[in-house]
């Protein structure tokens, strides 16, 4: 798969000329200066999209997602305990005392690990809004450079390309607290070992549309074809603990361009089918020795899941979302939002203008194999996010989309349908940049015309900041460090009311204390739907359930020796002596006098009331 710009993709590009023969005190940094200056301006468009979490993270929430990242807060603060030396596939800090299965969550292991120190000094709000605004620039980055190193495409293009690529609005969208879908900076790393293992497997690879040769080829590079294996099953291994979704996407993505690009040229594919093989048998031998047991843990291990838990029928793409603009892009109506489930899931609003271009630069690059593969395979995985049904206009006309024929299948269950138009970004990305790559070298209304196109084209899609506001201020309890009277270190602290998938802000005390006590229920995957399927959350204890109907209602309920013994043998359940309620909250008086009732006489801590019970 190459194009038909001149760089050889396989190599360094040649030095830019430089005063003197490029003989400076340092030239390679001068040959990198463009390079370099790209990466940066990816990086404030990132800092730009997400200025409204700052300066104070810990104050600040995206408001179109406020649950999710208190979710992502707090799996941050849990991973970062591996630097404590608490590195494991399953916690017991919340849902205490069943605990959670992080692998069958999208608890986003390796960013943790990676962001660690900074979780562990800064708190996770502050890893939280740097891994947002990198998420998007790196991604913009990490397509960037396979656009120039391996596509060999000019560096106005790959610009292009990986803008797309890294802000288009599906990828915004998903920012407001989908940290495991917007942090794809080893998809492009994916992609590149791919190909790399793809040219070794059949060395001299003609250009996409060229003729192609009847002699035979020189013979497979077995130690480029090896190493690219070991790194394909590195990569493949890491992104499973950043997220499986995207992982999965990815691998659909290549399967169906690599069939379409074969039927291209099938002299070259029938050259290069059987090392290519070994070589992705030979990267998913090496990444199963590595992921054996953790998908066994995932799937059958304690509270893991095997199956997906949200409907395909609802997070389907409206055909009609597809020819408006995200509401998160300049100068979009806000009324477009009404085609999808959610803020987070404009994944399929391109709009006319970019879609239009894409055709028109299909249509132009059809003798192109790498091009017109890729618009084989966006049509595909668009046809795919329409979901079981098609639905136009939030209307269901009972007509089966192409999802059907793969609903209920193991694994593809639990992949969003709407999501399958995520890959579409990259896909029409590389037609782009084939087409400017093309351009350049064509005539003169071409070499023109073509950039500016391009340009106006991408403003169309132009994101806007994410929507941020102020978050509640947490319990000097907790700031403090009294927690620690109360429930000590490693203890389990029962918040008042208790954490829920609806309402999971109790949880942040948690994650402002680094994961150091644990909480029971919460928001998470686990295996408490019927027969053990997955679902949202655990059941409430009926003291939890009593005290959530105060919080409701407001109305102290009658309480009698039966309630007063159930509360107790609650806390024995969850092994906790310690329950907390912020005098600020909602309801706190009747939940004052309620807890009073169950537990006896409150001892006031700071701005909370404490029950312990020896």
């Known amino acids: 798969m190459n194009s038909t710009a001149p760089a050889d993709p396989d190599t360094d590009s040649p030095p830019d000329a430089t005063p003197g023969g490029g003989h400076g005190r340092f030239p390679r940094l001068r040959r990198l200066r463009p390079d370099l200056a790209v990466c940066l301006a990816f990086l404030l468009l990132g800092a730009y999209l997400t200025h409204g979490l700052w300066p104070a993270p810990g104050e600040r929430v995206l408001a179109l997602n406020p649950p999710d990242q208190v979710l992502y807060e707090w799996f941050l603060a849990v991973d970062s305990r591996a630097l404590l030396g608490e590195l494991g596939l399953g916690t017991d800090r919340l849902n205490a005392p ?264 299909a249509i132009w690059l059809r003798r192109n194999a790498l091009a017109l593969a890729c618009a084989i395979t966006a049509l595909v995985m668009a046809a795919l996010s329409l979901g079981p049904e098609i639905v136009v206009g939030g209307n269901r006309t009972g007509i089966p989309g192409p999802y059907a024929l793969l609903a209920g299948v193991p694994v593809v269950d639990g992949a969003l349908p709407m999501r399958f138009a995520l890959p579409v970004l990259p896909l029409l990305a590389t037609i782009f940049v084939l087409a400017l790559d093309r351009a350049r070298d064509a005539r003169r209304p071409y070499r023109i015309g073509a950039p500016v196109a391009a340009v106006a084209v991408l403003l169309t899609v132009f994101p806007t900041p994410l929507p941020t506001e102020q978050r509640p201020a947490l319990p000097e309890f907790i700031s403090a460090g009294h927690w620690r009277d109360c429930a000590g270190e490693d203890g389990v602290l029962v918040p008042v009311p208790s954490a829920t998938p609806r309402d999971p802000w109790p949880m942040r005390w948690a994650t402002a204390a680094h994961a150091g006590f644990a909480i029971p229920e919460g928001f998470f995957i686990g295996s408490y739907g019927a027969d053990g399927s997955a679902a949202m959350g655990t059941y409430r204890r009926p003291t939890s359930a009593l005290l959530a109907e105060v919080a409701r209602t407001g109305q102290v309920p009658a309480i009698g020796e039966r309630e007063r013994n159930q509360a107790r043998a609650d806390l024995v359940f969850w092994g906790s002596s310690c329950v907390v309620l912020a005098t600020d909250a909602d309801q706190a008086e009747p939940l004052r006098r309620s807890l009073e009732q169950l537990y006896g006489p409150a001892t006031p801590v700071a701005d909370v009331w404490t029950w312990r019970l020896g």
Do not use: K
């Not at 190193?149 to 607290?177: D, E, I, K, W």
């Open 98 to 361: 069943d605990g959670v299965n992080l692998l069958a969550n999208t608890s986003v292991i390796a960013l943790g690990l990676l962001f660690a120190p900074v979780t562990l000094a800064f708190g996770a709000p502050v890893s939280f809004a740097l891994l947002v605004a990198a998420g998007l620039a790196g991604t913009a980055i990490a397509w960037y450079l396979l656009f120039t190193r391996t596509l060999g495409a000019r560096r106005f293009p790959a610009v292009m390309g990986a803008a797309l690529c890294g802000f288009g609005p599906g990828m915004v969208s998903q920012s407001n607290s989908h940290l495991h879908m917007t942090v794809q900076w080893l998809v492009p790393v994916i992609v590149w070992l791919v190909v790399r293992l793809l040219r070794a497997a059949a060395p001299g690879a003609t250009a996409p549309g060229a003729a192609e040769s009847t002699a035979p080829g020189p013979a497979p590079d077995w130690r480029r074809l090896l190493t690219s294996a070991a790194g394909l099953a590195v990569a493949v291994t890491v992104q499973i603990f950043i997220g499986e979704e995207v992982l999965f996407l990815t691998a659909v993505t290549l399967l169906v361009l690599t069939i379409c690009y074969a039927l291209r040229q099938r002299r070259y594919a029938r050259r290069a089918f059987g090392p290519f093989a070994a070589g992705l048998t030979a990267a998913a031998g090496l990444a199963l020795m590595v992921l054996a047991y953790p998908l066994w843990y995932q799937f059958a291990g304690p509270l893991g899941v095997a199956d997906g838990m949200f409907s395909p029928h609802y997070f389907s793409a409206d055909l009609a979302s597809w020819a408006v603009r995200s509401p998160l892009t300049v100068a979009a109506d806000p009324d477009n939002a009404r085609l999808t489930t959610g803020p987070a899931e404009y994944n399929t609003y391109l709009g006319l203008p970019l879609l239009l271009a894409g055709l028109g630069c």
